[in-house]
């Protein structure tokens, strides 16, 4: 029992508490503009720096460096990005570019818009700034920094060589190298390669600085172009970078005004570092078996063998040129029934096929040229492999349904030759190579297989496990991927992959499998994954404590366990947070990463790399504490199938048990596991937690599953069940509750619309509303039809399920064909210039509604694409949802928009610029 003078205290602290909350601001639009998001995080390799760029909404950024073992921000650097460490932490180079309103004053003049390139010494804080920066560097060895500064406004030169500075970091001096196209450093850092083209092409080659002594030769030298820069050892791992650095491969070319294409020769370097380094050429004119009327193609990137004895580039057609007046030519598209792919997406990758080349190699030994990739197998995957590598031919399978899988016949090539092989056919899910490019890992019919590429074998690795590594809850109607590859052990004999929830060693050889974390995912129901602190690891060394990401599947929890050879995991942290990747310095015990939950907004923390001491080293919102910000809850419940589901509940701040609170429902698949995601204040299109917890709302956020042919019934089935439970668990008043989802939300949200009276008012983002036109209209982004989407892809109405073959089918799940049952105020959002749902699909909804005396608004805004884009737009939009939500939820007055709309001719924007 309390005494009176208890409860006395009691009743004091809740009236404090009551009135400390009732100083607190509700969130409003107009409070964004003070929200930061991070961006820019690098750590320095020994640990010591951090940096961190503050951008506001609608601003600009902001770089801060942090000193971690002072913990205080050392430096703050305005307008700065792109930040980027000497390997000796002791420097650091970022990009300052003008101010936004400087930019947008620039860019409507048509002035060119220059960046600036700033070195800071980290010890004492000195800068060096560059102006008209394009592109840095430091050696890796930290005693060089270069930078290339684009050329004045002024200079309307043909030739295309810029400035070069390269800065000596122990002496400060700059030297100034002119007429510079591309420069790289060797990865030991003793060496820098650039070509030159100058004024009437006088003085171009490839030349070479030794770094240790300063002199500069010239590899090559001659009045043509050169172009592809390459040293050896580029894609090498760092252990061998000493042994990489001593060969170079460019291209050299020129271009007559009769052809398209550069006619390029191949040059390769040898022995750079010596007086007299060795040179080969491979000249296509004097290559008799080079491809008739081919070229070495300046689009093609120049690769090295991990070994240094072949060279790869890429080869194409040559076309002359035809001097043609558009004004006196036809301009028609022709789609062919027999087109390989449809005219609009070969439209939209015209840029692309334009720079498509033809893998080859050169073979430094015998000097001999071999072509790997053909109009058939035109991808040949790149690995640290010398002798093979493996083909891709997509040509058999390809058509308009293949929606998120490419499958192939898999060749394995021969790089001396040329000569292919095949050694599967028909593979929808790859998995890569092994780090050294002797194996390679794919899921064929539901198991996993290794083929050795030395050997000419294939072995199937998971028939000796107990379990399927198939994911067999993955959303869509066509092969089901596998869990994923965590990586290949050190021993060279076994890889590990992912199951639902736990790891498992397989054995290249096939002959066992081990669940390496002996069960505890699966009992749990806490999905592990393998977690590498270390850049630079190729393989897993077993033998070694690992580290693994940790995801409660119910609970949501988060964090970090350990994990010895034999043992169970052991927890480092796991906690009721969303937890980060962490990045750690590479030659120190220190990480960072961040923590976040819906009311954490995700700072960062610095500790040791067993999450030790963990210290906050940012505070990007500090603002936050003078807002009302709600809660988070989460809500169990089943749709009518009775599968097990998930909602996260966000409650007003003020919450009230027993008090029933108007509802705003969003929604697109899966949503629960965004339960601990900080609700970020951002100018967009999607209605936001915070602000609407903040101003007296729930905000529910329900999981979403679907049975193939019925995402309209599935989506109605979920959302209200959902809807339901928190009515029942008294949390939400049933006649005050709202919906909006956006683009495949949007066709939910538009076909609940039509079968339920649940809603007191709906908003509907970008939607597709009619599936029989939707079926074949284009996906204006990447120019496919959407017959992919449709059957196996989110949609899911099933492969061979069109509008034709199981018409019945579509306008059961088709919300304009159930437009007459609407009985519910509803508004649509819609960017004329939509690339991924035709605006067309909100027009033909609101037509029909208008046509059938249905209560809808369009919010129809000219230009914008699938998300808006223009600030203005988004702030815009977000004011009108609130307010339609404010007046059917919270029964606040209709502004005038909303009951009479806007006339053309009184549209604010029309009027901006009249005399």
């Known amino acids: 029992m309390l005494t009176q003078k208890n409860t006395l205290l009691a009743l004091v602290f809740i009236l404090g508490a009551q009135f400390g909350f009732s100083q607190k601001k509700s969130l409003q639009l107009k409070d964004y503009e003070q929200w930061h998001r991070i961006v820019s995080v690098d750590l320095s390799n020994n640990g010591n720096w951090m940096t961190y760029g503050l951008r506001p909404n609608g601003g600009d950024d902001t770089l801060k460096i942090k000193d971690l073992n002072a913990s205080m921000d050392k430096y703050s650097i305005p307008f700065a990005s792109r930040p980027i460490f000497s390997e000796n932490s002791e420097w650091l180079a970022y990009i300052i570019q003008p101010n936004e309103k400087e930019r947008k004053k620039l860019s409507k003049s048509r002035k060119p818009v220059f960046n ?33 500064r684009k050329k004045v406004a002024e200079d309307k030169s043909k030739h295309k060589g810029q400035d070069l500075i390269l800065k000596n ?93 550069s006619v390029n020769s191949l040059l390769v370097f040898s022995d750079v570092a010596s007086s007299s380094p060795k040179k080969a050429m491979l000249e296509p004119a004097e290559e008799s078996s080079f491809p008739e009327n081919m070229i070495i193609s300046s689009n093609g990137a120049i690769r090295w063998s991990q070994d240094g004895q072949m060279v790869f580039f890429g080869i194409d057609d040559q076309e002359e040129k035809q001097k043609l007046d558009k004004d006196t030519l036809p301009n028609v598209d022709v789609f062919h ?85 095949v050694f599967a056919k028909q593979v929808k899910r790859p998995l890569g190579y092994s780090p050294d490019g002797r194996m390679y890992l794919y899921q064929l019919d539901k198991h996993l297989h290794v083929y050795d590429l030395d050997k000419d074998k294939t072995t199937t690795i998971s028939k000796s496990a107990k379990v399927s590594f198939v994911n067999e809850d993955h959303p869509y109607p066509h092969e089901k991927p596998p869990y994923g590859l965590a990586g290949w052990t050190k021993d060279g004999n076994g890889v590990i992959v992912n199951h639902k929830y736990d790891l498992w060693h397989l054995a290249l050889d096939g002959s066992k499998a081990e669940n390496l974390t002996r069960g505890m995912g699966d009992k749990e129901e806490i999905r592990l994954r393998y977690a590498s602190l270390d850049r630079d690891e190729r393989y897993i060394d077993t033998d070694k404590e690992m580290m693994l990401s940790a995801y409660g599947e119910w609970t949501k929890k988060s964090g970090y366990f350990s994990l010895s050879k034999g043992n169970k995991p052991e927890k480092l942290l796991f906690e009721d947070k969303s937890i980060s990747r962490p990045r750690k310095a590479r030659l120190a015990d220190r990480i960072i990463f961040t923590q976040q939950t819906f009311t954490d907004f995700p700072d960062y923390y610095a500790s040791n790399c067993q999450f030790q001491d963990a210290q906050k080293v940012t505070n990007a919102n500090p603002q936050q504490k003078d807002f009302a910000w709600g809660s988070k809850v989460l809500v169990d419940y089943k749709n009518s199938k009775g599968e097990k589901l998930q909602a996260t509940l966000t409650l007003p701040p003020n919450y009230e048990p027993g008090k029933k609170y108007p509802m705003v429902v969003y ?41 193939e042919g019925r995402p309209g019934t599935s989506a109605l089935d979920c959302i209200t069940a959902a809807t339901q439970k928190v009515i029942d668990m008294g949390y939400a008043d049933p006649d005050k509750i709202g919906l909006q989802g956006h683009s495949w939300g949007g066709y939910q949200s538009s076909f609940i619309l039509t079968q339920t009276d649940m809603f007191a008012c709906v908003v509907t983002g970008a939607p597709p509303t009619d599936l029989e036109s939707f079926y074949n209209n284009i996906y204006g982004n990447t120019g496919t039809n959407h017959s ?46 939509d690339g991924a749902v035709d605006w067309t699909q909100g027009l033909e909804f609101y037509n029909a509604a208008r046509r059938l005396g249905k209560e809808v608004i369009f919010l129809s805004y000219p230009g914008e694409p699938h998300h808006l884009r223009n600030e203005y737009n988004q702030k815009d939009f977000q004011t009108r949802m609130k307010q339609y939500f404010d007046h059917y939820l919270m029964d606040k007055p209709a502004p005038k928009w909303m009951i009479k709309g806007i006339p053309h001719l009184e549209k604010v924007y029309e009027k901006a610029g009249q005399d």
């Open 116 to 148: 600036k390139g700033e070195l800071l010494n980290l010890s004492n804080g000195k800068k060096t700034t560059y102006e008209r920066a394009q592109s840095m560097a430091f050696s890796n060895d930290g005693s060089y920094f270069a930078i290339l």
């Open 169 to 261: 970091l122990a002496t400060g001096f700059d030297l100034n190298i002119g007429n510079v196209t591309e420069y790289a450093f060797n990865k030991r850092g003793d060496m820098l390669a650039y070509l030159v083209d100058a004024s009437d092409k006088i003085g171009n080659g490839i030349y070479l600085m030794d770094l240790n002594s300063g002199t500069v030769k010239a590899l090559d030298s001659d009045q043509k172009t050169y172009s592809g820069l390459s040293w050896d050892g580029k894609n090498s791992h760092r252990s061998e970078w000493n042994n990489k650095g001593r060969q170079l491969a460019a291209l050299k070319g020129e271009k007559a005004d009769t052809i398209v294409h």
């Open 337 to 421: 029934w027999n087109d390989e792919r449809i005219n609009t997406v070969q439209q939209r990758r015209a840029n692309r096929n334009k720079r498509f080349t033809y893998l080859c190699s050169f073979d430094l030994t015998d000097k001999k040229f071999s072509r790997l990739a053909n109009k058939e197998m035109r991808s040949v995957l790149a690995s640290q492999h010398n002798q093979y590598w493996v083909g891709r031919n997509e040509k058999p399978y390809i058509n308009d349904v293949n929606w998120g899988v490419s499958p192939a016949d898999l060749y394995r090539v021969d790089l001396k030759t040329g000569a292919s092989k």
């Open 667 to 707: 929604f697109y698949e899966k949503m629960s596991q965004r339960h601990h995601s900080y609700s970020m204040p951002v100018y967009d299109d999607r209605p936001h937690a915070s602000t609407y917890s903040s101003n007296g709302y729930l905000f529910l956020m329900p999981d979403n599953v679907y049975e």
């Open 788 to 833: 992919g989407i449709m059957e196996i892809g989110q949609v899911r109405m099933g492969r061979g399920v069109t509008p034709w073959s199981q018409r019945a089918i579509y306008q059961r799940e088709n919300p304009m064909f159930h437009a007459p049952k609407i009985s519910t105020p509803f508004m649509i959002l819609h960017g004329t210039k």
